[in-house]
């Protein structure tokens, strides 16, 4: 049986499929919900110079190293560290890889359902009832409501999965992510001309050291590793259709720029508006993980055009949010594709039950499952902390590792300057991924195990 890139359906037709696509596996509900409350949190325009920094050096060695990883080996996570090294470290290393995307979909799914239900709410007029106080708990409680939600978005991921790369993937990617970034700048408009929303714009874009700690870097690094969906296997995967006329440096410079620039602009969306609403009180932006499902109704509720302006900006949120778990999901599926040699029917509905299954639990998890912890924590919330805190960190350890150790620099330089490419930012690629990376992922690492045990709080 052929293996399944050297189907023409597992190629990208040209750079803008690749970069579309990586970018949407970017820009989720990390730039939309996740970005403006730890802006808020550590201290606004400090939090952003830091972050911007980090992934110009940080993230941007890392997409490359990964990127180029997957287009030299053509091969799935999994298959892509064991070409290399058979050494049980860097066979776990795939594995952890695979089963990090693997574990995610379904409770990102949770989550994509809880957006659904909003953008539904918001559409037929319901804004003002789903923003009264309670709305929300009561929402995520009610397991039956929830899974419904959660059963829309996970078909809607999977049956773009199912029609394939080009016609997929690519072809969604290409229509959602313009219709994103009009969405962004309309919202952004319109929220940062509402009379009180200037302090708001100040407070995001202008640093003010005294607002730095530790926890800014900790906070900006944590989040920049999210957002960028590295160590996931996706940019492996996306690699690997990647076709060899197309300049790695160049296409991921793009979707760095993508990810950064929507994430400026959710800030710029988000925080103006809190400031506008509570009249400049920097307090209310402190909302946390609910300030998007609980102060921004509000907020738009408050505002003239709010119920407009909550329908456009919940659709927004949906579409990253789907292009995130789409990517996700097809980077489990190639590999089960590669891996098991099934076929992507196979491989596609054996993942769509498997997300169906975990996500399940992650819904009852809020409901009549709640008393139900694990070391204290909810079952989303637990699924959560285990890929984005623990597996994360150590995958990307390991493909530092694998880099440094095993394929060498000088093969991903040459890969990268394949067909006379340009890599200019080759001696800080070098330099990063031998000694910086690996140190940042270390703090993430150790910063989350301290902070779950409650010797520090980020
Ligand atoms: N990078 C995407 C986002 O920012 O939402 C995708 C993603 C990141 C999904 C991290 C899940 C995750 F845990």
């Not at 456009?312 to 995130?324: C, D, K």
Request: charged share 15%; glycine share 10%.
């Amino acid at each position: 049986m052929k293996k399944a890139h050297e189907n023409e359906r597992h190629l990208f037709s040209g750079k803008l499929g690749f970069v579309l696509a990586s970018a949407g596996s970017a820009v989720g509900l990390g730039n939309l919900w996740r970005f403006p409350y730890l802006a808020a949190q550590y201290g606004g325009g400090v939090f952003l110079l830091i972050y911007i920094i980090l992934a110009i050096s940080f993230g941007y060695t890392m997409i490359v190293a990964e990127t180029a990883i997957g287009r030299m080996t053509r091969k799935c996570p999994i298959d892509a560290f064991e070409s290399f090294s058979k050494k049980p470290i860097y066979r776990i290393g795939g594995w952890v890889t695979f089963l990090i995307a693997l574990l995610i979909v379904p409770y990102y799914s949770v989550i994509g359902g809880w957006v659904v239900k909003y953008l539904a709410a918001f559409c037929t007029g319901g804004g003002a009832e789903i923003a009264e106080d309670g709305k929300f708990t009561a929402f995520i409680s009610s397991s039956d409501q929830t899974l419904v939600c959660f059963l829309v978005f996970a078909l809607l991921t999977v049956g773009v999965i199912y029609l394939g790369v080009q016609k997929g993937i690519e072809r969604i990617s290409k229509f959602i992510m313009p219709v994103l970034v009009v969405l962004a700048v309309i919202i952004c408009i319109f929220v940062c001309t509402r009379p009180g929303a200037v302090e708001g714009i100040k407070y995001f874009l202008i640093p003010d050291f005294s607002h730095f700690s530790y926890k800014t870097v900790v906070g900006a690094l944590t989040q920049m590793f999210y957002s960028l969906s590295i160590a996931m296997g996706i940019l492996i995967t996306f690699g690997s259709y990647m076709k060899k006329d197309i300049s790695i440096e160049s296409a991921t410079t793009n979707v760095e720029i993508f990810d950064t620039g929507i994430a400026i602009l959710a800030g710029l969306m988000v925080i103006p508006a809190v400031f506008a609403y509570s009249g400049g009180e920097k307090t209310a932006v402190g909302g946390g993980p609910s300030l998007m499902f609980v102060t921004l109704p509000k907020v738009f509720m408050s505002m003239a055009g709010g119920g407009i302006i909550g329908t456009l900006f919940f659709a927004l949120v949906l579409f990253a949010a789907l292009t995130s778990a789409i990517a996700l999901t097809e980077s489990v599926v190639f590999t089960l594709e590669e891996r098991f040699r099934w076929s992507r029917v196979k491989a596609t509905t054996i993942t769509g039950i498997i997300i169906l299954a975990l996500g399940s639990l992650s819904c009852l998890g809020y409901g009549p499952w709640a008393n139900f912890n694990i070391f204290g924590m909810q079952i989303l919330d637990f699924f959560d902390f285990m890929t984005n805190s623990i597996m994360m960190p150590i995958a990307a350890l390991l493909t530092c590792l694998l880099v440094v150790r095993v394929i060498g620099i000088g093969k991903i330089v040459l890969e990268v300057e394949d067909g006379g490419m340009p890599f200019r930012r080759k001696k800080l690629f070098s330099f990063m991924i031998r000694w910086v990376c690996p140190a940042f992922v270390a703090i993430i690492l150790i910063a989350s195990l301290l902070s779950v045990f409650g010797v520090i709080k980020i």
